[in-house]
């Protein structure tokens, strides 16, 4: 695959550091440490190509952890109203510690163009994929919690040469995907206030750092609150955005929903729907995000010291939110599933990464919470069947005041991309169709 234009400066790896503790590396000019400092000197905005480079020993002892994992009794239901069954994750994590095998997505990743740049002070991570298209569209794509980039990297194939996956040659993608400050590879945030906004004002300079100065912006979970701040933020070069979870609820809604009130009489059908999935959303699933919101650092310290506890955490909402009917390995596979996992682990980011929900202290689906009439640039949505709820058309364009596209497919759930790699991949070609307009190249 192409690489980036604009690179330099040495290699990247993972080393691992005293205290179980691993964070990324450059060849010869110094560490970013796990509490988020930089690995060359503040202001040096170089992007340098990276390259994942795990010790045996952060993996054997990954392994060690997990064989002596101390277990909890069995829960007391059949179901998983308690929470992840015990004899579910007791067998992924025996997978994981006997025949799970880091090296296999570390070589996937490493023959993908990776790299690091410096951005307000941290480091971000990101791929970079160019189509080869003269026309190609320049898209970012941000994921979501409990995802990474991992979720995006099946997409970049029927992304950047459509023509090979049923689409046509003028609708590639030139393809960006960071990772979110304090997650994956990306640096860790030393100070509060890396939020929507200054994420998306971080991802607009990322953009024009590498050349593409007319871009559209994707994004699910928090991808959708960045892309949502982006799109207010209004860029100059950013032409439109697509989400796969839109903050659609009207405001005469949120209290209700947050209560647990039955859903008030003059629905329509899928409003009906969706304020009863959220109201039940919120009276028994929503305990986790509660916990980051107002507790990440003491959620942290389990999650950084007990793999079984991250897998516990973690697998819970990929269980969930997957369109999956109860068995996600069948429709991401166990090995896709620890691959996630696993990059949370090795680069200690289960509380990092757990900060973003405190920085975001608002409703994630609440229109009024996330200001979107104040976009005035063209919005586009898909809406997945298995989503945490399904928002209706009628609150869509409530919503969004420019909504150019509305689509609801078939199959897929939260993590889109991830689980429908060519169906998110055809949705972004039709999504920004309407917009897309032929930038110069760099």
């Known amino acids: 695959m192409a690489r980036s234009a604009a690179i330099g400066g040495a290699g990247l790896g993972l080393l691992q550091l005293s205290s179980g503790t691993h964070a990324a590396q450059s060849d010869g000019v110094g560490a970013a440490n796990p509490s988020g400092a930089t690995s ?3 202001g040096d905005e170089r992007v340098r190509e990276f390259r994942i480079r795990v010790p045996e020993a952060a993996l054997t002892d990954l392994r060690r952890r997990l064989v002596a994992t101390r277990w909890p009794d069995r829960e007391t239901v059949a179901d998983t109203s308690q929470g992840v069954q ?8 025996a997978h994981w510690a006997t025949a799970y095998d880091w ?16 951005i307000d002070g941290v480091d971000i991570h990101f791929i970079h994929v160019r189509s080869g298209n003269a026309n190609a569209l320049p ?3 941000t994921h979501g919690w409990p995802g990474s980039i991992l979720e995006m990297v099946g997409t970049i194939g029927p992304l950047t040469h459509p023509e090979a996956h049923g ?3 003028e609708d590639a993608f030139d393809v960006v995907i960071p990772s979110i400050p304090g997650y994956g590879f990306s640096g860790k945030p030393r100070e ?5 906004e200054r994420i998306g004002r971080a991802w607009d300079v990322l953009m024009k750092r590498l050349g593409h100065e007319r871009y559209v912006a994707q994004g699910g979970d928090h991808g959708s609150v960045i892309s949502d701040a982006m ?3 209004k860029p100059p070069g950013l032409l439109a955005i697509h989400v796969n979870m839109p903050p659609t609820v009207p405001a005469e809604h949120v209290r209700g929903i947050n209560a647990g009130d039955p859903p008030p009489p003059g629905l329509s059908e899928s409003e009906r729907l969706a304020f009863e999935t959220l109201a039940r959303f919120f009276a028994r699933n929503a305990a986790y995000g509660a916990l980051m919101v107002t507790r990440p650092q003491t959620i942290g310290y389990g999650l950084c010291d007990s793999p079984a506890t991250l897998a516990a955490f973690l697998y819970e909402k990929i269980y969930e939110w997957t369109d999956s009917d109860g068995d996600p390995e069948r429709v991401l596979t166990r090995d896709g599933i620890l691959d996630n996992i696993t990059l949370y682990w090795l680069t200690d980011t289960g509380a990092s990464a757990s900060r973003f929900y405190w920085e975001n202290n608002n409703n994630n689906f609440s229109s009024a919470a996330q200001k979107t009439t104040e976009i005035t640039i063209p919005v586009a949505v898909t809406v997945f069947p298995h989503e945490i709820y399904r928002a209706p058309k009628s609150w869509t364009q409530r919503a969004y005041p420019t909504l150019c596209y509305f689509n609801e497919v078939a199959k897929g759930g939260h993590f889109a991309a991830w689980e429908q790699p060519e169906l998110f991949a055809s949705e972004m070609r ?10 110069s190249r760099d």
Do not use: D, S
Request: hydrophobic share 45%; proline share 10%; net charge positive.
């Open 139 to 141: 898209l970012l794509m």
């Open 430 to 439: 039709a999504a920004f169709k309407p917009v897309r307009e032929r930038p």
């Open 103 to 118: 090296r296999k997505l570390e070589k996937r990743l490493n023959a993908l163009p990776q790299f690091i740049t410096q």
């Open 231 to 233: 799109a207010r933020q």
């Open 167 to 169: 689409g046509r040659a």
């Open 192 to 196: 509060p206030g890396w939020g929507p």
């Open 40 to 42: 060359v000197a503040l």
């Open 86 to 93: 015990l004899a579910r994750l007791q067998a992924l994590c």
